[in-house]
């Protein structure tokens, strides 16, 4: 071999242990990367659980507020109930004097409305109140004692009854 050849031939190692260098360093950036990669989606599954659980949290609260029963909304109620119940003593009261009075002449003994006994109703009607506490009769605004039903001056048929309810 001359010296040209052996020249040559060093050259030639020089660049193989050169390219076996940069082939090692760019194994080792790529095992690097790929770590990364394995990291970053690791971080991604979990940025994407918390976001679902955070949409979920986001629904229910949305859900709970909407169900969610404010102290006006239940004076409201509360209200309403008692109006209610009011309403539903003149009629206990409209029917007592109604069954007390005799049936008149016009009414014809298949048309006569049957006779509903007035303390089923008073039981059937009865209102708890929103705590659940005993039920209590419906209290006048004006004195804070129970209201006693109304009696009409005429009686009503039940028609006439529901018809002004």
Same mark, same amino acid.
């Given at each position: 071999?001359?010296?040209?050849?052996?020249?040559?031939?060093?050259?030639?190692?020089?660049?193989?242990?050169?390219l076996?260098?940069?082939?090692?360093?760019?194994q080792?950036?790529?095992?690097?990367?790929?770590?990364t990669?394995?990291?970053?989606?690791?971080?991604?599954?979990?940025?994407? *659980?918390?976001?679902?659980?955070a949409?979920?949290d986001?629904?229910?609260?949305k859900?709970?507020?909407?169900?969610e029963?404010?102290? @006006?909304?239940?004076?409201?109620?509360?209200?309403?109930?008692?109006?209610?119940?009011?309403?539903v003593?003149k009629?206990?009261g409209?029917?007592?004097?109604? *069954?007390?009075?005799?049936?008149?002449?016009?009414?014809?003994? @298949?048309?006569?409305?049957? *006779?509903?006994?007035? *303390?089923d109703?008073?039981d059937?009607?009865e209102v708890?109140?929103?705590?659940?506490s005993?039920?209590?009769?419906?209290?006048?605004?004006?004195? @804070?004692?129970?209201?006693?039903?109304?009696?009409?001056?005429?009686?009503m048929?039940?028609?006439?009854?529901?018809?002004?309810?």
């Amino acid at each position: 071999m001359t010296d040209s050849e052996k020249q040559q031939l060093r050259q030639f190692e020089a660049r193989v242990r050169q390219l076996l260098l940069q082939y090692k360093t760019l194994q080792d950036e790529n095992l690097a990367l790929r770590q990364t990669i394995e990291r970053q989606q690791t971080n991604i599954d979990s940025l994407a *659980q918390q976001l679902q659980q955070a949409q979920l949290d986001y629904k229910t609260l949305k859900t709970a507020r909407m169900i969610e029963v404010s102290d @006006g909304d239940l004076k409201n109620a509360k209200q309403t109930i008692t109006r209610l119940v009011r309403e539903v003593n003149k009629c206990i009261g409209l029917l007592s004097a109604e *069954q007390f009075t005799a049936p008149d002449a016009s009414t014809q003994k @298949g048309d006569a409305e049957p *006779q509903i006994p007035v *303390q089923d109703i008073s039981d059937a009607l009865e209102v708890t109140d929103v705590n659940n506490s005993t039920s209590a009769p419906a209290i006048t605004e004006s004195t @804070g004692k129970p209201q006693e039903p109304e009696v009409a001056a005429e009686p009503m048929s039940l028609m006439d009854l529901f018809s002004t309810v």
